[in-house]
Every structure is written in structure tokens, then in C-alpha cells.
């Protein structure tokens, strides 16, 4: 099956309509004290900063965005692993920062994890069988039996096959995508409604990043599974995901369908992303340019109004530098939040 049946597959799923979305993210705020021995308080870092989307079942959304946007910080909230400083994590109804530890741990048999580098995320000193009971044994599985079926079950899925040449390996015994199909197995053996995949194809060889977007996605689809794709790449977002959510000092500031977004950019630093990424094209060397102007800004003291007008060559004095612009809706499902979008 190719990458293109997958998003054929997947974008044939019947529209949602008015059934509720399976998580929410309402208003969020994510903020982190900052501390000077002796003086107290010294101010805040605004990782994230009036965060709003619903994520449906079975959609892929991807978030986009250079190191130090905030993903990671968005990414650890919705896992639970964060408490949001304002606003909401809303999964079937339910508000996570307001669950006991027991629904808490409910609620994380629910959402998987693929973490960016497989080594590190593998315990070197464990088994891969070992490495894939634990999750099972933490929520309960007391049957060896059932363990065993369901690891075994769950390699297969992910490709690691004859399954019996890979259960009394270590994780250094394996190559990188190998590992990686291992994070994936065991994100998995849950039975997850949400995968949360962090850089998931980042660490690995570029021959096998393919494999492991198209493992995901066949996992996805099979499965109806919800899956929040966090990235910096977006030549990788176009084969995985049906909407895009492009973030930038703690904000969204550009949301919509995937051939919308990529085929019209609103906002000039989306435009300055796609510019910015490589393409395996002699003739896009004329155009490949750098995100202009540097750095992002300190999520300490992020600047006032739009928080890219430092670095946007479009920016309008008196109007970009003081007030920070609301979502405009450019066509049906894509918004964009730049005054340059404000209809005249």
C-alpha cells in the first residue's frame, strides 16, 4: 500500500459532523516560572500561549515549527505531563489537569508516545520482549499468556518479523529504524486512541524515514487512530497528515488542510518555513533562502503584537508591533493569524 492510498484512505473517512471532537485543546496557556536564587520570582517563559484546535478520530494533524516554538511543551501537556498554567486539555469530555491518579492513568493507556531518538527511549539493560510487557504489566495484565499474544501481536504489526529473532535482543543489538519500529510497538500495545509521534523520523538514515511515515500511517489507518505528528520538517508533513497547525513563540499561527496550507501559505513566516526547506531538486537551489532575521524571540519577554513582526519584512509599523492579529479565516478551514489577511 503507498503513502498516497494511505491519505486516500484516510481523507475517505466519513466528516465527523456534529459528534464531538475526541480531544480538545481549549484556550491554553503553558507557562514556566523562572526563579533567581534569593530574589524570588523573576518572570515567566510563555512555551504556550492561548492555544485553541480539536482533534478529531482518526485524523492526522501535524504541528510545524523551528526549535524553541513550543511544540515539545504542547506536546508534554497533552500527554500529562504538564499542568497547564491556564486553559484546558479536554479528552473525551474530560479534563485532564483535573484527573486522580487513577483516571490519569487511564487516561495515558489511551494516548501513545513515540519519542524522537529510539535509543534513548529504550532501556538498554531490558529485552525488547521485556521492554514491550512493561506497559502491560503497569496497567494491569496479569496473564503471561495474554502479555505474550499481544506482544507478539504488535511486533508483527510494526514489521519486526520472525518475531522470535527479535524478543531476547537489547535495543543496541538493533539498527535505528529497528529501534524505532520498537518505540512504535510499544506506543501501540495499549491500544491507544491517540499517538503523539515527537520528530518520530528526525534521528534516523533518510532512506528509512519513508518506511517508518508510511509504517505510521498504515498504523493510523487500520487502527482509526488520532495522531498529533510534531515537526520542524515540512517536506515530511504532506505524505502523513490532513492538517497542518503551524506554531511560532508559543503560538498557532496558521491553521489548515494540508493542500491548502502548502499549495497557499498566508502568513509570511509559513512561506518563510517552505522556503527554508530543502528539496532534493538542483533547480529549488535559486529559491532556498533562510527563516529571515535570526532567532526567535525569548518566550520570556516575547515581543508585543505579532510575535514574528521582528523578523517579517511585511511588517506594518504602528500596526504589527502593538496589537497582536486574531485568526483570519483566508478560505473555509484555513486561518491565519496576520493582519495582512484582515479583509479590506
Known amino acids: 500500500m503507498t503513502v498516497n492510498t494511505l491519505n486516500e484512505a484516510a481523507?475517505?473517512?466519513?466528516?465527523?459532523?456534529?459528534?464531538?471532537?475526541?480531544?480538545?485543546?481549549?484556550?491554553?496557556?503553558?507557562?514556566f516560572e523562572l526563579r533567581r536564587w534569593g530574589f524570588g520570582l523573576a518572570g515567566y517563559v510563555r512555551a504556550v500561549d492561548d492555544v485553541n484546535f480539536d482533534l478529531n478520530d482518526g485524523e492526522a494533524i501535524a504541528v510545524v515549527g523551528e526549535s524553541g516554538c513550543g511544540k515539545s511543551s504542547l506536546m508534554k501537556t497533552i500527554l500529562g505531563l504538564h499542568k497547564p498554567t491556564k486553559g484546558a486539555v479536554v479528552f473525551q469530555g474530560k479534563d485532564i489537569s483535573r484527573m486522580d491518579g487513577k483516571t490519569l492513568r487511564w487516561y495515558r493507556a489511551q494516548v501513545g508516545y513515540v519519542q524522537q531518538d529510539p535509543y534513548g527511549a529504550l532501556a538498554p539493560f531490558m529485552t525488547i520482549e521485556r521492554i514491550l510487557e512493561?506497559?502491560?504489566?503497569i496497567h494491569g495484565v496479569r496473564s503471561k499468556e495474554e502479555r505474550t499474544q499481544r506482544v507478539r501481536k504488535v511486533m508483527e504489526e510494526v514489521k519486526l518479523f520472525p518475531v522470535e529473532d527479535y524478543l531476547?535482543?537489547?535495543?543496541h543489538m538493533l539498527s535505528g529504524g529497528q529501534q524505532q519500529r520498537v518505540v512504535i510497538a510499544r506506543a501501540m500495545i495499549l491500544g491507544p486512541k491517540i499517538i503523539v509521534a515527537d520528530e518520530p523520523v528526525s534521528?534516523?538514515?533518510?532512506?528509512?524515514?519513508?518506511?517508518?511515515?508510511?509504517?505510521?500511517?498504515?498504523?493510523?489507518?487500520?487502527?482509526?487512530?488520532?495522531?498529533?505528528?510534531?515537526?520542524?520538517?515540512?517536506?515530511t508533513v504532506r505524505y502523513f497528515s490532513e492538517r497542518i497547525f503551524v506554531m511560532y513563540a508559543g503560538k498557532l499561527i496558521e491553521k489548515?488542510?494540508?493542500?491548502?496550507?502548502?499549495?497557499?501559505?498566508?502568513?509570511?513566516?509559513t512561506n518563510a518555513l517552505l522556503t527554508a526547506t530543502p528539496e532534493p531538486d538542483a533547480r529549488n537551489a535559486a529559491i532556498f533562502q533562510e527563516v529571515p532575521?535570526?532567532?526567535?524571540?525569548?518566550l520570556v519577554t516575547p515581543p508585543p503584537g505579532c510575535r514574528f513582526h521582528p523578523?517579517?519584512?511585511f511588517a506594518i509599523k504602528g500596526v504589527c508591533?502593538?496589537?497582536?492579529?486574531?485568526d483570519f479565516e483566508v478560505t473555509p478551514g484555513h486561518f491565519s493569524s496576520c493582519w495582512l489577511q484582515k479583509p479590506q
Open 321 to 326: 508591533d502593538v496589537d497582536a492579529p486574531p
Open 168 to 171: 531476547n535482543k537489547y535495543p
Open 11 to 31: 481523507a475517505a473517512k466519513p466528516a465527523v459532523g456534529a459528534k464531538a471532537p475526541l480531544l480538545s485543546i481549549q484556550n491554553l496557556h503553558v507557562w
Open 256 to 269: 489548515g488542510n494540508v493542500s491548502d496550507l502548502l499549495g497557499s501559505p498566508q502568513h509570511p513566516y
Open 203 to 235: 534521528m534516523l538514515d533518510a532512506s528509512v524515514r519513508v518506511e517508518i511515515l508510511k509504517l505510521l500511517r498504515g498504523l493510523q489507518v487500520s487502527h482509526n487512530l488520532a495522531v498529533i505528528y510534531i515537526t520542524h520538517d515540512l517536506s
Open 311 to 313: 523578523r517579517c519584512k
Open 293 to 298: 532575521g535570526g532567532e526567535p524571540p525569548s
Open 134 to 137: 512493561e506497559p502491560l504489566i
